[in-house]
């Protein structure tokens, strides 16, 4: 039935005009494409925010959405079903620390476009463990088949620490120790960490755009990738024009040290490239007599291999760990993980685990099995358990992909 037309000077109903002054706020963010996620999480406010971030990236999927945090987390299926979110529209998702942050609402702040994290010189971040962490993400449609008893699917918590740590370049288990310290973090100890790639500091004069402002997928900035390519002349040119030579990305490195890395990641693809071709330790058999050490085949060169993997240890820890996670990336991610293994360097332990839990495959596990690190062994077991696998010791543990061996 059509409603009759107020009379003359009748106002009409008041509802509509208020409910309009409520809504103009959310309707001119949006016209912004900024979001505001201001409160603990819960489901049906998650809700919300999902159907925006979809609405926006559905209308324009070239334009970035801003999503502004401020929240001390909730429900852990709430915060992943969101992550899954941001991670699937066309368009990027820039976020930004404004206040107290912790558990699920962090796990958000790191799932935006890499390079495009932000936080405010005031936020603090807290990382903790969700307060329903021990509750199983829900199962899907086939785990009856798959695990009749349960085992194999991972619990709520470490799937927030295996999403965490990819998004931070971290390990699993650091990640998982320091939720149970609810370790927290400033702005620049966020950066360090990977949580964000910038810190919004004071703008420069108008008119005048940074040349550092947009960042790669690692943090980076354009003088990071001239010094990587060793550019001199675009070098120059940009710190002409006001590039800051001290901003440092997610690994902690400044774009001078990025010369370093590039040595550095060039030394562990040679390294690899000598991997044997057969790619396996397998092939060389049991020792033809007791007490007799088995032969160390993994190299086609052992004298360049050994002279490349002493260069390797002598790179700054940071730069390694960089150069250890481009060159997983370019490689072949079997070769390049045997070659950190027999380089040996006790602070990449976190990383190789967190690789693992990337490019890990049987083999690739096996050999972390076998190498005579206890914690890559358990890293290993560990994989093959959540994945289904059988993997074997060779000879009762010993072989010749030895930890810092190289």
Request: charged content about 25%.
């Given at each position: 039935?059509?409603?009759?037309?107020?009379?003359?000077?009748?106002?009409?109903?008041?509802?509509?005009?208020?409910?309009?002054?409520?809504?103009?706020?959310?309707?001119?963010?949006?016209?912004?494409?900024?979001?505001?996620?201001?409160?603990?999480?819960?489901?049906?406010?998650?809700?919300?925010?999902?159907?925006?971030?979809?609405?926006?990236?559905?209308?324009?999927?070239?334009?970035?959405?801003?999503?502004?945090?401020?929240?001390?987390g909730g429900p852990v299926q709430a915060?992943?079903?969101?992550?899954?979110?941001?991670?699937?529209?066309?368009?990027?998702?820039?976020?930004?620390?404004?206040?107290?942050?912790?558990?699920?609402?962090?796990?958000?702040?790191?799932?935006?476009?890499?390079?495009?994290?932000?936080?405010?010189?005031?936020?603090?971040?807290?990382?903790?463990?969700?307060?329903?962490?021990?509750?199983?993400?829900?199962?899907?449609?086939?785990?009856?088949?798959?695990?009749?008893?349960?085992?194999?699917?991972?619990?709520?918590?470490?799937?927030?620490?295996?999403?965490?740590?990819?998004?931070?370049?971290?390990?699993?288990?650091?990640?998982?120790?320091?939720?149970?310290?609810?370790?927290?973090?400033?702005?620049?100890?966020?950066?360090?960490?990977?949580?964000?790639?910038?810190?919004?500091?004071?703008?420069?004069?108008?008119?005048?755009?940074?040349?550092?402002r947009d960042r790669d997928a690692d943090?980076?900035?354009?003088?990071?990738?001239?010094?990587?390519?060793?550019?001199?002349?675009?070098?120059?040119?940009?710190?002409?024009?006001?590039?800051?030579?001290?901003?440092?990305?997610?690994?902690?490195?400044?774009?001078?040290?990025?010369?370093?890395?590039?040595?550095?990641?060039?030394?562990?693809?040679?390294?690899?490239?000598?991997?044997?071709?057969?790619?396996?330790?397998?092939?060389?058999?049991?020792?033809?007599?007791?007490?007799?050490?088995?032969?160390?085949?993994?190299?086609?060169?052992?004298?360049?291999?050994?002279?490349?993997?002493?260069?390797?240890?002598?790179?700054?820890?940071?730069?390694?760990?960089?150069?250890?996670?481009?060159?997983?990336?370019?490689?072949?991610?079997?070769?390049?993980l045997r070659s950190a293994i027999k380089?040996?360097?006790?602070?990449?332990?976190?990383?190789?685990?967190?690789?693992?839990?990337?490019?890990?495959?049987?083999?690739?596990?096996?050999?972390?099995?076998?190498?005579?690190?206890?914690?890559?062994?358990?890293?290993?077991?560990?994989?093959?358990?959540?994945?289904?696998?059988?993997?074997?010791?060779?000879?009762?543990?010993?072989?010749?992909?030895?930890?810092?061996?190289?």
């Amino acid at each position: 039935m059509t409603e009759p037309w107020p009379a003359p000077g009748d106002p009409g109903p008041q509802r509509s005009a208020d409910r309009t002054e409520q809504e103009r706020p959310r309707e001119q963010s949006s016209r912004q494409r900024t979001i505001l996620l201001g409160r603990a999480l819960e489901p049906g406010g998650t809700e919300r925010i999902a159907a925006e971030v979809l609405s926006l990236a559905r209308d324009d999927s070239l334009t970035d959405i801003v999503l502004l945090i401020e929240s001390v987390g909730g429900p852990v299926q709430a915060g992943l079903d969101l992550v899954d979110v941001i991670a699937s529209v066309g368009c990027d998702v820039a976020t930004y620390a404004t206040g107290l942050i912790s558990d699920m609402g962090l796990l958000v702040l790191a799932a935006g476009a890499r390079g495009k994290r932000h936080a405010f010189p005031q936020a603090r971040l807290v990382l903790r463990r969700p307060p329903d962490a021990r509750v199983m993400r829900r199962p899907p449609p086939d785990a009856a088949e798959r695990f009749p008893d349960d085992r194999g699917m991972r619990s709520a918590l470490r799937e927030v620490a295996l999403v965490t740590a990819e998004r931070t370049g971290r390990g699993v288990e650091r990640v998982l120790a320091d939720m149970r310290a609810e370790r927290s973090f400033g702005p620049e100890e966020a950066l360090a960490y990977g949580f964000v790639d910038e810190v919004v500091h004071q703008r420069k004069p108008l008119g005048q755009k940074p040349p550092d402002r947009d960042r790669d997928a690692d943090g980076g900035t354009l003088l990071h990738q001239a010094y990587y390519t060793g550019d001199r002349s675009a070098v120059e040119a940009l710190l002409a024009r006001g590039a800051d030579a001290g901003l440092r990305n997610r690994f902690g490195l400044t774009p001078p040290l990025m010369a370093e890395v590039r040595t550095a990641e060039s030394q562990l693809l040679d390294l690899a490239g000598l991997v044997h071709p057969s790619h396996s330790w397998e092939h060389i058999g049991p020792p033809a007599y007791p007490g007799v050490p088995m032969p160390d085949r993994t190299w086609t060169d052992s004298g360049s291999a050994a002279g490349l993997c002493a260069l390797l240890r002598g790179h700054d820890p940071d730069v390694y760990a960089f150069a250890l996670a481009r060159a997983v990336r370019v490689g072949e991610p079997r070769a390049v993980l045997r070659s950190a293994i027999k380089v040996g360097r006790p602070e990449s332990l976190d990383q190789l685990e967190a690789l693992l839990d990337r490019y890990g495959t049987a083999e690739i596990a096996t050999d972390y099995l076998n190498c005579g690190s206890r914690g890559l062994a358990d890293a290993g077991r560990r994989w093959a358990r959540e994945h289904r696998y059988e993997i074997q010791t060779w000879f009762g543990g010993g072989g010749p992909g030895r930890w810092g061996t190289g």
